[in-house]
Nanobody, 121 residues
Framework: QVQLVESGGGLVQAGGSLRLSCLAS????????MGWYRQVPGKQRELVAT???????NYADSVKGRFTISRDNAKNTVYLQMNSLKPEDTAVYYC???????????????WGRGTQVTVSS
């Protein structure tokens, strides 16, 4: 009954910006770390950015200074502001959340289905 849904992906020219959003919904008891990952065909999924419940952030070197992760705990939403986009940023971007569902006895990593980001040169 818990799901993560990404939005905001699309086609943008190099140097442009996009803002991704991910909403976690369902019978959620608590969420700890949330993050964004990306994947291109033939390559492993890689970390883009994470943010803890307390607001501590971590970024991949390739996006540091260009991307900003943030969250709204009241809305169970995490955002990824992407500026100065490059063709190399083209990928499917996935939302991740480490959360505990109501009634569940364990913490579990949930994933969204992804949103395509394409940067043209």
């Amino acid at each position: 009954q818990v799901q993560l849904v990404e939005s905001g992906g699309g086609l943008v020219q190099a140097g442009g910006s996009l803002r991704l959003s991910c909403l976690a919904s369902g019978r959620i008891f608590s969420i700890t770390t949330m993050g964004w990952y990306r994947q291109v065909p033939g390559k492993q999924r890689e970390l883009v950015a994470t943010i803890t419940g307390g607001g501590s952030t971590n970024y991949a070197d390739s996006v540091k200074g260009r991307f900003t992760i943030s969250r709204d705990n009241a809305k169970n939403t995490v955002y990824l502001q992407m500026n100065s986009l490059k063709p190399e940023d083209t990928a499917v971007y996935y939302c991740n959340a480490d959360l505990k569902a109501m009634g569940a006895g364990i913490w579990y990593d949930y994933w969204g289905r992804g949103t395509q980001v394409t940067v043209s040169s």
